[in-house]
Nanobody
Framework: QVQLVEFGGGLVQAGGSLRLSCEAS????????MGWYRQAPGKQRELVAG???????NYADSVKGRFTISGDNAKSTVYLQMNSLEPEDTAVYYC?????????WGQGTQVTVSS
């Protein structure tokens, strides 16, 4: 089993920046890949940034050039640097981990961008 906890959400003005963190614990060695998703009220959960099967990072078109995903394997942590935030980025952001036989989700962290 894997547990994921997100940090760093909050309220920020348009044009500002936030850095989200996701710490993984438990059976760390079962994790194959980690990524970030988000879900706005009334909308489907969407991929924000994450690795493809080919090893490349896939970003949502709406965040490309503004968001950057990175990780620290030694700390079992993945980050999402969000710059030039827009009101449309307002959503609950979720950390996701894909394991050998299961998929795991964090509790989510709220990001609100005011205009």
């Amino acid at each position: 089993q894997v547990q994921l906890v997100e940090f760093g959400g909050g309220l920020v003005q348009a044009g500002g920046s936030l850095r989200l963190s996701c710490e993984a614990s438990g059976n760390i060695f079962s994790i194959v890949a980690m990524g970030w998703y988000r879900q706005a009220p009334g909308k489907q959960r969407e991929l924000v940034a994450g690795p493809t099967s080919g090893g490349r990072i896939n970003y949502a078109d709406s965040v490309k050039g503004r968001f950057t995903i990175s990780g620290d394997n030694a700390k079992s942590t993945v980050y999402l640097q969000m710059n030039s935030l827009e009101p449309e980025d307002t959503a609950v952001y979720y950390c996701n981990a894909r394991g050998r036989v299961a998929e795991y989700w964090g509790q989510g962290t709220q990001v609100t961008v005011s205009s």
